[in-house]
């Protein structure tokens, strides 16, 4: 058995924030209630399952982002930011850090049909995606 030993006289610094949400509260294009996340010091939201039913199929998704997979990966023009943008804007002006997934929504009722869920037929032209979109988010590429 592990024995802790705190001694509350001595300082060590700052506990980093580890709380966040998953999944912030916005529903299609009113992010009013991700001020909630501000008010109550939530630093980080996790953008998982935020493309599917009530995203639209427009957000975070890989799917939603490339919407072609016979698209050139290398062009631009190959890729949809517009609502994501919008998405992780409205987080960062209330100070919370988007956590970004790469993937796609998990689909509850697959075993009636299927539809984004299978592996992509080229993973190395899925990953040479995702690195676009890492790009896009962390250097400014495809504007």
């Known amino acids: 058995m592990a024995k802790v030993h705190v001694d509350f006289n001595e300082r060590l610094g700052r506990i980093k924030p580890m709380h966040g949400v998953g999944q912030p509260p916005f529903g299609g294009l009113d992010f009013s209630f991700i001020k909630y996340l501000k008010d109550a010091n939530i630093p980080y939201s996790r953008l998982h399952d935020v493309g599917g ?26 890729y949809d930011f517009a609502f994501t943008d919008l998405l992780i804007e ?54």
């Open 53 to 78: 039913w009530f995203g639209g199929n427009m957000y975070v998704d890989i799917p939603n982002i490339f919407r072609d997979f016979d698209a050139d990966e290398n062009d631009p023009a190959s």
């Open 90 to 143: 409205a987080l960062e002006k209330n100070d919370c850090e988007p956590v970004y997934r790469l993937g796609v929504t998990i689909e509850n009722f697959h075993y009636i049909k299927a539809y984004r869920i299978f592996p992509p037929r080229d993973m190395k032209k899925w990953a040479r995606i995702c690195e676009h979109i890492i790009r896009h988010y962390n250097e400014g590429w495809a504007n």
